[in-house]
């Protein structure tokens, strides 16, 4: 596929899905970006890292969930190595491709696992520009494993397009590790001032809060989800594609009842559509080479 491929507005915008390793959430992610009218591809890391996918043919590399090498060293750790680290036959490591597709403008995300590789690689929050960790995941504050629902608020001053439009969100959290630990105060200081920490999670009321079990794990600023400055690389900890249908939800029937022209969409939904929509209008307006040689001319 090349650029003039990737700016056809008829083609449909491209997720790439990583998998492998003890990955697990691959299939609802790809579900996802599908629903969304996006064309979802899932491969194994080893096809990108071998060179027989390049990244640069999609416009969202996604990361999902799941025990990637079992969570050995630290949920993350040795996946965002493997990225950092190993080289393929021309010497270039999978993260120097990464910065490559950041720098053309495309977007990554990751969820639960893939948020804690983009933390521990350092793409997120990235204040430096340097790809290096800054913040990191750790152990819940409860120190088990917390699976529950828990309500989100988006940071209204938060300039991703995946969250454009945003308010609030119900999901699902699934994890060991969540707890976002940001030292130094220059570094919650910048986050907050850039509005990098882009969800938090609430009570009841939809106010953010370090209260059990609404925040699952004790982060600090409450802090679900973050941004690279550009809004472009997103992570979150909840899992969005767990809440397509509103029949994902446990309490379903009984808002159904209340609410009988309640949306069947899960509010998950709206984070794959915002996205997708965003590449779309992107391709509509980029002008084509035809068009800029016109204007020189
Ligand atoms: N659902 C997930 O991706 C879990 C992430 C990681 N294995 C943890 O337990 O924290």
Redesign the pocket.
């Known amino acids: 596929m090349n650029d003039q491929h990737m700016n056809d507005t008829s083609q449909k915008v491209q997720a790439l899905i990583l998998t492998g390793f ?4 691959e299939e609802e992610y790809a579900a996802a970006y599908r629903l969304a009218g996006a064309e979802a591809t899932i491969v194994h890391l080893n096809q990108v890292l071998h060179g027989h996918v390049s990244i640069h043919d999609y416009d969202i590399l996604n990361f ?5 090498f079992g ?1 050995d060293l630290g ?2 750790v040795v996946l965002a190595n493997k990225l950092r680290y190993r080289k393929n036959a021309e010497g270039r490591t999978l993260l120097d491709d990464i910065k490559e597709f950041v720098a053309n403008g495309k977007f990554v995300m990751g ?6 590789v983009l933390v521990k690689l350092g793409l997120l929050p990235n204040l430096s520009g340097n790809v290096t960790p800054e913040v990191t ?1 750790t ?2 504050a409860s120190g088990r ?1 917390e699976d529950r629902w828990v309500r989100l608020k988006v940071n209204p001053k938060s300039n991703s397009p995946f969250l454009r439009g945003l308010d609030t969100m119900e999901v699902p ?6 707890r976002l630990i940001i030292s130094g105060t220059d570094t919650l200081t910048h986050i907050e001032e850039q509005a990098l920490n882009c969800l938090s999670y609430t009570d009841f009321d939809g106010s953010p809060t370090d209260v059990y079990p609404h925040n699952p794990n004790g982060a600090d600023l409450n802090c679900a989800g973050l941004t690279d400055t550009t809004g472009q690389v997103f992570g979150l ?1 909840p ?1 969005p594609e767990a809440f397509l249908s509103l029949y994902n939800h446990p309490d379903w029937a009984r808002r159904k009842r209340l609410n009988p022209g309640l949306s069947e969409e899960g509010d998950g939904l709206r984070l794959f559509r915002n996205i997708v929509e965003h590449v779309q209008s992107q391709r509509q307006t980029a002008v084509s080479p035809q068009e800029a040689s016109q204007f020189s001319s």
């Open positions: 003890g990955i697990n959430c999902p969930g799941g025990f990637s969570d949920s993350g969820i639960c696992n893939g948020f804690q995941l152990h819940n494993y959290v699934r994890h060991g590790e969540g900890m899992h």
